[in-house]
């Protein structure tokens, strides 16, 4: 069955960085277009960034541009999420996203904490 695994998240001060992972199973990730989203405290789920099957197509949101990066390994069966100069507003637990077989799976989320 189709698993997403996300890790890395944790505490960190404004101004640092961290680095999410998302493990993949059950899918030909390399077929398919990955997506990191956040959940902040009661707000909605946002999409932060997404990547395409091949790494030939990248977009994010506009509150994360020039600070966060995304990719992938498909020889690992995993995405990533750089986050560089973290804010206090980056607070949020972070998901990743896969749609496989049309319909959308999610892991359970990585916490992660900005704040001094």
């Known amino acids: 069955q189709v698993q997403l695994v996300e890790s890395g998240g944790g505490f960190v001060q404004p101004g640092g960085s961290l680095r999410l992972s998302c493990a993949a199973s059950g899918f030909p990730f390399s077929m398919y277009a990955m997506r990191w989203y956040r959940q902040a405290p009661g707000k909605e789920r946002e999409l932060v960034a997404n990547?395409?099957?091949?790494?030939?197509?990248?977009s994010y949101a506009d509150s994360v541009k020039g600070r966060f990066t995304i990719s992938r390994d498909n020889k690992k069966n995993s995405a990533y999420l750089r986050m560089n100069h973290l804010k206090p507003e980056d607070t949020a637990v972070y998901f990743c996203?896969?749609?496989?077989?049309?319909?959308?799976?999610w892991g359970k989320g990585t916490l992660v904490t900005v704040s001094s």
């Open positions: 990547i395409t099957s091949a790494a030939d197509g990248i």
């Open positions: 996203n896969a749609r496989v077989y049309g319909r959308p799976y």
